[in-house]
Structure formats: structure tokens, C-alpha cells
């Protein structure tokens, strides 16, 4: 019987377990997941455990060919026909009917930005999670899945080329502080953003790569006016975009996304590198008290060398964090109101700290954004950033250079739920397929 070997338990490997369900597979299946079950995972615990960094999220669903990173040779068509997938395997463990909706457009014509049309579908925190725990429990009740939680995967080992092993590959994982390790015949790496797995196995495999864009912007909170009504109603998750190109072949694309209303908060976040970063949440639990807004505004740095790696890329936050007056920066002063004008020289005061492309980048395109919203009461949290390996694993059908280890979600290529858990289907079809 064929054995296959999940890491990691997000939004794409409950793709992929849910589709291989859904077609009999009849090999066995095992999830290593380093954080908990949904029964016993704290808020804390931001982005391990089962759904990933999905779990509390706003759960935002977004989707278009562009948003949430290109999947190469995907078609309008084939799309669509996920979107659908998607949308039935949520609405399988909703309390209620989820639809997606269509963006409106939007009128730009005062600005140099444009308006991304995509499809929406906000499910919210707390429904999210709902139905996350509903996915868990279908997938554990199967009796071909194993998740294996609090087991930590150290390693991976290609044992193809020796014989008096029955399995190509070797799963070596930390579970009770004890190592342990299984014999597999396909390994689906699916760790997400914040992890070193996959930079530990290119270097091992001398997997081909490409260089990925450094993701590194501010994470905008606001109250609500009328400006902002207006464009949420035309999308709840709205994409403002402008492309910067700079010397050197260095480009940078600016959007707005992840905008969080209703009851919005804002939450730094300690990643497990050691730095500290901003996020967005917004829980359906009304607060009539509770009129912020808040959103990010991202620079994807496309041509930057220096930051072609996740080692410098958590330098980078390092730095930014240890920039004096960071916090006072931050959090102090928290109700004042400070001109836009002001506010621009301020990222010019991230000089040093941040890129100087960022730095432009930014200061252009909250300037563009003040001609639809006024920013004049806006407060910028530094840094929002979406750390990556600094390079794209190539796949076929998410299989990489090495027979039998795919690479699927955030880890790779993927961002957002949308594209996260479509990456999960693709490798699924390819495994059904293949047996
Ligand atoms: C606060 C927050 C809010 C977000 N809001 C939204 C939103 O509203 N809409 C949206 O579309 N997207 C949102 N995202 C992004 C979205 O959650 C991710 O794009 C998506 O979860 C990626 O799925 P994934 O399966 O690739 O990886 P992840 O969800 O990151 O899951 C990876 C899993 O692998 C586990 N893992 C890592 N390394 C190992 C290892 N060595 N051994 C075992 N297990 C391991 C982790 O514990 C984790 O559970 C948000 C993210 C965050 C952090």
C-alpha cells in the first residue's frame, strides 16, 4: 500500500486530504503537524496547529489569476472550476450557505492606481474556525488519515538509491521530545511561510529554484469614514495596485489587502525567528465601540539581491525592530491626528531601516490612496512583512526536481487561503491520478 507523508496540516493539506478522501484513495495518509488540534489550540498559537495560519484569520477568501500569487498554466476555466470546488468543500461543514460574491469596480481616474477585480467571499474568524473543526473532524475520522500533532519534522532523507528499504523516503520528526522516524513513498511539504524545512531540503536536494520577491510593507489603521464604506461595499477585501520600476531591473508592486472592519484589531505578532511583526483580525462579535479599519499595504521587491534569502530577510526585520523609538514609533501616541504630509516624511524617517525602493514605494502610494480616502487620521504599524525563502521551488504539478517531493501552499508559491488550498487539489488530482 502506498504511504504518503503530509508536513504540516493548513489550509493546502486539507485541500489535498479532503480531495483525496473524496476519491477513495486507498493508500495511507499521514499529517505531520507540529502545533495542536483545533480541540485544544490557543489563540496564541497565531500559526501552528491545525488550518495553519488560516485558523484565525479573517478568512477572507479572494480569487482571481493574480491575487494570492500566479499558478503557472492555470486557465480562467480551470479556475473557476476550483473556485466551485472550494466553495462546495466550505459550504460541506458551514452552519450556514456561503456564496461568493463579485467585486464592483471601482473609480480610480483621480489616481495612477487601479482597482484589482476578483472574487470575494468574507467567512470571518470565528465561522472560519467553525468550520475548520468540522474539516479536522471528518479528516481524522477516516481510517486511512493519521495526524500526528505536536510532531515536528526535522528532516527529510532521499533513500531511493539503497536497497533493504522498502520506501524511498525517510520522515524524520520530533514528537514528545523523542526523534522518531517512518518510511514513505511521497513526501507533500506543505509548511507555510514560517518555517525552514524547505530551505533545509533545496540545499540537500539541490532542488531548482527561482528568486521570489521580498514582501515587506506597513500595516495601515484607520478609523471609518464614509471613503472607506464606499470602497468596502465595492469589495471587502480591496486591491489597490500600482508597480514601481527602478533601476537595475528592480521592480516593486504596491497593493492595499487583508482589510480588516466591523470589530477590527490589529496584533503584534512574535514570529518564531525573533522578531516582532503586525497583523489584522476582525471577529464578528459586534463592538459598537469599535470604528477602525485596518488593512495592509504591501510592496512585493522583485530584483533586490541583498534580500534574496530568508536569513537576511529576518536580518532585515531584525533591524527594523531594533530601529530607536520602534515601539514609541509603533504604539505611543496612539490618538493623535497627524497631517498625511507628516506621515510621508515619516516613512522617509524608516530611511536606513527599510529599503530605500520600499521607502519611495510606499510614500507614492499612500500619497495616490489619500486622493479617494483621507488618511489624515491613519496610523502606520511597521513591519507587515511575509517572510519567504528568497526563491521559488519549480515544480510540475507541484512535484519538484527530486521524484516524490512536492512542494504545495505558502511554503512554495501560494498566498492566502484561496490559492493555498487550490495548490492542495492540484497535487491531490495528480496523486489519484498516478495510482
Ligand atoms: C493572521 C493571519 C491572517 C490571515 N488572513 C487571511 C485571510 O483573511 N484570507 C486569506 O486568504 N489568507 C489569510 N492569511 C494567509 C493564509 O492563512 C495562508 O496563506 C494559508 O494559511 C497558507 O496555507 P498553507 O497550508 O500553505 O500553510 P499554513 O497555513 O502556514 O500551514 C502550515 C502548517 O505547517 C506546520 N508546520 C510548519 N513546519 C512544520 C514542520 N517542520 N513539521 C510539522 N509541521 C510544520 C505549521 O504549524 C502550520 O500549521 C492570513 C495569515 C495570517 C498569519
Known amino acids: 500500500m502506498e504511504r504518503i507523508a503530509f508536513i504540516g496540516a493548513g489550509p493546502s493539506t486539507i485541500g489535498a486530504a479532503l480531495k483525496l478522501i473524496d476519491n477513495k484513495y486507498d493508500g495511507e495518509i499521514i499529517i505531520f503537524e507540529k502545533g495542536n488540534s483545533l480541540d485544544n489550540r490557543l489563540p496564541s498559537e497565531v500559526i501552528e496547529g491545525f488550518a495553519g495560519a488560516g485558523c484565525f484569520s479573517d478568512c477572507k477568501l479572494s480569487s482571481s489569476l ?9 486557465t480562467q476555466e480551470e479556475l473557476e472550476k476550483y473556485e466551485q470546488e472550494i466553495l ?7 452552519p450556514d450557505k456561503l456564496e461568493w460574491s463579485h467585486t464592483s469596480s471601482f473609480d480610480t481616474h483621480t489616481t495612477n492606481l487601479t482597482f484589482d477585480i476578483h472574487k470575494t467571499l468574507h467567512v470571518g474568524s470565528d465561522k472560519g474556525r467553525e468550520i475548520f473543526h468540522k474539516m479536522e473532524k471528518f479528516i481524522t475520522s ?24 522498502k520506501h524511498p523516503f525517510i520522515v524524520y520528526y520530533y514528537s514528545k521530545e523523542n526523534k522518531w522516524s517512518i518510511e514513505v513513498d511521497k513526501v507533500i511539504v506543505a509548511t507555510g511561510q514560517k518555517n525552514t524545512l524547505p530551505g533545509k531540503l533545496i540545499k540537500r536536494f539541490k532542488l531548482a529554484t527561482t528568486p521570489r520577491a521580498l514582501q515587506l510593507g506597513v500595516r495601515v ?6 471613503q472607506y464604506e464606499e470602497i468596502i461595499k465595492a469589495n471587502y477585501d480591496f486591491k489597490f495596485v500600482k508597480e514601481y520600476n527602478y533601476k537595475n531591473d528592480v521592480k516593486v508592486k504596491v497593493r492595499t489587502f487583508c482589510c480588516n472592519s466591523g470589530n477590527a484589531h490589529v496584533c503584534a505578532e ?5 522578531f516582532v511583526c503586525f497583523n489584522g483580525h476582525a471577529y464578528k462579535v459586534p463592538d459598537p465601540n469599535n470604528h477602525s479599519v485596518n488593512y495592509g499595504i504591501m510592496c512585493e521587491v522583485s530584483g533586490l539581491k541583498k534580500y534574496n534569502s530568508k536569513e537576511k530577510q529576518i536580518e532585515l526585520m531584525k533591524n527594523i525592530n531594533n530601529k530607536e523609538h520602534w515601539a514609541e514609533d509603533n504604539f505611543s501616541n496612539n490618538d493623535e491626528v497627524r497631517p498625511v504630509r507628516e506621515l510621508l516624511k515619516g516613512f522617509k524617517h524608516l530611511k536606513g531601516y527599510y529599503p530605500k525602493v520600499v521607502i519611495d514605494s510606499l510614500t507614492d502610494f499612500v500619497w495616490e490612496l489619500n486622493k479617494l480616502v483621507d488618511l489624515s487620521k ?9 517572510l519567504n525563502e528568497g526563491k521559488t521551488i519549480q515544480t510540475t504539478k507541484w512535484e519538484s526536481s527530486l521524484k516524490g517531493l512536492y512542494f504545495i501552499g505558502d511554503c512554495n508559491i501560494t498566498r492566502g487561503i484561496v490559492k493555498a488550498f487550490l495548490s492542495g487539489l492540484q497535487v491531490a488530482e495528480g496523486l489519484i491520478n498516478a495510482t
Open 270 to 274: 512574535k514570529a518564531s525567528e525573533g
Open 142 to 165: 477516516q481510517p486511512n488519515v493519521r495526524i500526528l500533532f505536536g510532531a515536528e519534522v526535522e528532516d527529510v532523507v532521499d533513500i531511493h538509491d539503497f536497497s533493504g528499504f
Open 378 to 386: 491613519a496610523k502606520y504599524l511597521y513591519p507587515e512583512v511575509k
Open 66 to 74: 493574480t491575487t494570492g500569487s500566479v499558478i503557472p498554466n492555470l
Open 88 to 94: 462546495d468543500y466550505f459550504n460541506r461543514f458551514s
Open 221 to 226: 489603521v484607520d478609523e471609518m469614514n464614509s
